[in-house]
């Protein structure tokens, strides 16, 4: 049986109803703020890089659509692994030599680490502050995103919320993403970890990005640059370190950038 005129006119009057409201609550959010992403791929023990960065690169594309994708790292990779990144705005940049590991005597030993671990773990603060001014997108956050980890289902939902409540305060320096919750899947403890990894996957304040470049500069040596952001002088107040909950990050694979650490 055909609906009545009268149940066709209430049902288009229900349906413009619900559009000017979607559309008075569209009016009312501003613009999420910008996103980047820094995606290191470093050379890893027995060539896992390519692998690590293709399974990385596919669930970045399925989760987010940042302004920029920049891929940091020791030669460009393969074409499979940056095809998994077409449709985004990627490009890639040259891992760089830098100048003060030249002097390793001069490095500060902290936390009984050897020298060899101090130069992998200070190489890395700087590859950050490198990367973080090679980016073409002025005011984004930016999202280290470690190529040893996958963006679940669900992720870029629960990161655009949460920026629509957060991203414009100036509270907090990065918000945490993974580290606090350990990796359920035993085949991945081979580190010595047992399953707990992936802390240096964070989002970064665009506010106060200028200003952490230089902390991190002149303090590259201090400690590893998941540590580094809790060591930042406040002004007056200390920082809001928020965390993203539920996890939806997973830290994966067993070849670390530190052939030691297999």
């Given at each position: 049986?055909?609906?009545?005129?009268?149940?066709?006119?209430?049902?288009?009057?229900?349906?413009r109803?619900?559009?000017?409201?979607?559309?008075?609550?569209?009016k009312?959010?501003?613009?999420?703020?910008?996103?980047a992403v820094?995606?290191?791929?470093?050379?890893?023990?027995?060539?896992?890089?390519e692998?690590?960065?293709?399974?990385?690169?596919?669930?970045?594309?399925?989760?987010?659509?940042?302004?920029?994708?920049?891929?940091?790292g020791?030669a460009?990779?393969a074409?499979?692994?940056?095809?998994?990144?077409e449709?985004?705005?990627v490009?890639?940049?040259?891992?760089?030599?830098?100048?003060?590991?030249?002097?390793?005597?001069?490095?500060?030993?902290?936390?009984g680490?050897p020298?060899?671990?101090?130069?992998?773990?200070?190489?890395?603060?700087?590859?950050?502050?490198?990367a973080?001014?090679?980016l073409?997108?002025?005011?984004?956050?930016?999202?280290?995103?470690?190529?040893?980890?996958?963006l679940l289902?669900?992720?870029?939902?629960?990161?655009?919320?949460?920026?629509q409540e957060?991203?414009?305060k100036?509270?907090?320096?990065?918000?945490?993403?993974l580290?606090f919750q350990?990796?359920?899947d035993?085949?991945?403890w081979t580190w010595?970890?047992?399953?707990?990894g992936?802390?240096?996957?964070?989002?970064?304040?665009?506010?106060?990005?200028?200003?952490?470049?230089?902390?991190?500069a002149?303090?590259?040596?201090?400690?590893?640059?998941?540590?580094?952001?809790?060591m930042?002088?406040?002004?007056?107040?200390?920082?809001?370190?928020?965390?993203?909950q539920?996890?939806?990050l997973?830290h994966f694979?067993e070849h670390?950038?530190?052939?030691?650490?297999?």
């Amino acid at each position: 049986m055909r609906p009545s005129a009268t149940a066709v006119c209430e049902r288009h009057r229900l349906l413009r109803e619900r559009v000017q409201d979607a559309l008075v609550v569209s009016k009312t959010l501003e613009p999420l703020p910008s996103l980047a992403v820094i995606l290191p791929a470093l050379r890893r023990a027995h060539g896992a890089e390519e692998a690590y960065l293709q399974r990385s690169a596919w669930a970045l594309r399925r989760e987010l659509r940042p302004a920029e994708v920049l891929v940091f790292g020791d030669a460009r990779p393969a074409g499979l692994a940056m095809r998994e990144l077409e449709g985004l705005p990627v490009r890639f940049k040259q891992r760089p030599e830098h100048k003060e590991l030249q002097r390793p005597e001069s490095l500060r030993r902290a936390f009984g680490d050897p020298l060899e671990k101090v130069l992998w773990r200070s190489r890395l603060v700087l590859d950050f502050v490198s990367a973080v001014k090679e980016l073409d997108a002025p005011g984004a956050h930016v999202l280290w995103l470690e190529d040893d980890v996958e963006l679940l289902p669900g992720f870029g939902t629960l990161l655009e919320g949460w920026l629509q409540e957060h991203g414009r305060k100036k509270d907090w320096l990065c918000l945490q993403l993974l580290g606090f919750q350990r990796d359920t899947d035993p085949k991945t403890w081979t580190w010595g970890t047992r399953g707990w990894g992936g802390g240096g996957s964070l989002l970064y304040n665009a506010a106060w990005l200028p200003r952490y470049r230089e902390f991190l500069a002149a303090s590259f040596d201090k400690a590893p640059l998941d540590w580094l952001h809790k060591m930042m002088p406040t002004e007056g107040k200390e920082w809001w370190q928020p965390k993203l909950q539920p996890v939806l990050l997973k830290h994966f694979g067993e070849h670390s950038s530190h052939e030691d650490f297999l």
